[in-house]
Structures are given as C-alpha cells and as structure tokens.
C-alpha cells in the first residue's frame, strides 16, 4: 500500500474559546491584504475558489437577478460571478480587498470598490459573499456586514455563506501554520446578520471536504 498523503490543513477547535475570544478573534492581520494581492497576481494561487454561478444560485436557493436589479459581489476572487452578471445584463458593482482582483473585473463591473466604506448606501437589490467569511477576523467581518447592510435597498437581500466543523466547534484552519478558514457554527453567522440589522435565515448546506460543511445565510435588510 503507498504512503498516505500528508494531510494539508490542520484544524484547530478550541474546546471551551468563545466566537469573541482571542483564540477564534483573528486580529487585523498587517499581511492580509498583501496576502490576497499576491494571491490574486501569483498564477498558482492556492485561495481562489473559482466557484461556478450555476452553483451559487443552487446552493443558496437564490433566484437569478433580474436585469432591472444592481448586484454587488463581495470577495469577487476570478471575477466568475461578475462575469455572469454582466453577460445577462445585470449592473453589477464589486467589492475586494486586492486591487488585482478589481483589475481583473475592470470590463464587468460597474463600480469596484477597495474598502466597504466606499459603498453607496441603498443602492443594491442582491449582495453576495461566497466563499469569503471564513477568511476574514471577526470584528471586520461585523464591519463588512453593517457597510454591507447600509449598502442594500430596503427589502435587499445578503446572500453570504460560512463553513463551520460538523462538530459545530468555533475553529480555525490552518494551513503552512497560518489561519486559513475561520469556521463559525450556524448561531454565530445568524446573530452576526441578526445583530447588524438584517432578517437571517438559513437556506442551504453543503458538505465538503471531511470535517466541514458549508451553509448559506440569506440575510434580508426590513
Ligand atoms: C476565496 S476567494 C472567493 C472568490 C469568489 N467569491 C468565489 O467564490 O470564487 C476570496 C476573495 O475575497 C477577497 N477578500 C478577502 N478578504 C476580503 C474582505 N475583507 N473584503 C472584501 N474582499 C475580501 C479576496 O481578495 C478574494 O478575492
């Protein structure tokens, strides 16, 4: 039998840490944003999730937006989904926190935006996060969710997904020795959403690779 494959990430669950506490509290981190510039500019990039809209649409049960609607995609990674928006006709605005990757949807997108303070308020039907919660620190995720929220219409809607462990743990993945994934129980994402303003449900699961799953929130601004 061959060698088994040495395991890539290494799962941290703290046994009794709160979602607030230090341990799960990934602090503003003075690399992260060059992180993802180097991510975004390195042709081998490990972080890119590259996910299919087709998938996006499934997975949070969302309808597909309608050319009179504005979009707003937050975390816009290879620019797939603004891509699909400008294809069928949907003004769509991003949101990054690498000016590579706004380069890269320069032809499709409306608007890109470096910072969430720079968002027009009430101006989006449909914003949407996918696969970029579990990168980002806990208090700057509550302040992209409250710029988020001062961004949408009344009546918009935030699709935005989080992964968590099946043991339901607080946890951080870590991978070459450096937080990776923040995994966040369904709970915590809901009174994160609920705290901020918005009316949380959640609409969909997925299970992935052994020890996580990912769930899909839409959060609704009243
Ligand atoms: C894993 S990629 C996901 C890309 C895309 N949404 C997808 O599903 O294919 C994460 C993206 O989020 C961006 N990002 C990371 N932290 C962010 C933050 N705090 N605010 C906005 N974008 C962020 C990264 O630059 C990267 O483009």
């Known amino acids: 039998m061959g060698r088994m494959k ?12 709160p979602l607030s506490g230090t341990r799960m509290e990934r602090k503003a981190d003075p690399d992260y944003k060059q992180f993802w510039q180097d991510e975004h500019c390195n042709s081998n990039s490990r972080c890119m999730s590259t996910t299919n809209p087709n998938n996006v649409f499934r997975w949070f049960g969302m309808p ?4 009179n609607q504005i979009v707003l995609d937050i975390g816009v990674g290879t620019g797939e989904f603004a891509t699909h928006c400008n294809d069928w006709g949907i003004t769509v605005d991003c949101l990054d926190i690498a000016p590579a990757a706004l380069s890269k949807v320069e032809q499709v997108a409306r608007h890109g935006y470096l910072s969430a303070e720079s968002l027009p308020a009430n101006e989006y039907d449909v914003a949407i996060a996918m696969f970029v919660t579990q990168h980002v620190a806990d208090n700057n995720l509550i302040h992209l969710i409250t710029q ?18 099946q043991t339901m743990e607080p946890s951080i993945v870590e991978n070459e020795g450096k937080p990776l994934e923040i995994c966040r129980p ?5 009174s994160m959403l609920e705290n901020r303003g918005l009316q949380a449900k959640e609409v969909g699961q997925r299970l992935t690779f052994p020890h996580v799953f990912l769930y899909f929130m839409e959060g609704t601004k009243p």
Do not use: D, M
């Open 186 to 190: 369904p709970k915590e994402a809901l």
């Open 148 to 165: 988020v929220r001062r961004s949408l219409k009344r009546g918009g809607k935030l699709y935005i997904q989080f992964p968590t462990l």
């Open 64 to 67: 597909h937006p309608t050319s």
């Open 6 to 17: 040495r395991k890539k990430h290494l799962i941290k669950t703290p046994t009794k840490a």
